[in-house]
């Protein structure tokens, strides 16, 4: 994996992340709760996911 191909998939995972922790907000929910962090770690996993297969 080459230097370009680890900053993309950390772009996704902090784009995945910030997506994921204001998803709450959407339902009325806190951006500082349990389901917000929740959410944050899926969408870091979900943007690891979505740049390896972009990139690979």
């Known amino acids: 994996m080459g230097v370009m191909d680890r900053r993309v998939v950390w772009l996704f995972v902090v784009a995945g992340s910030t997506l994921g922790g204001f998803a709450p907000e959407a339902w009325g929910g806190s951006?500082?709760?349990?389901?917000?962090?929740?959410?944050?770690?899926?969408?870091?996993?979900?943007?690891?996911?979505?740049?390896?297969?972009l990139t690979g």
């Open 31 to 53: 951006a500082f709760g349990v389901a917000s962090l929740a959410l944050a770690c899926l969408g870091g996993i979900a943007g690891v996911w979505l740049a390896v297969k």
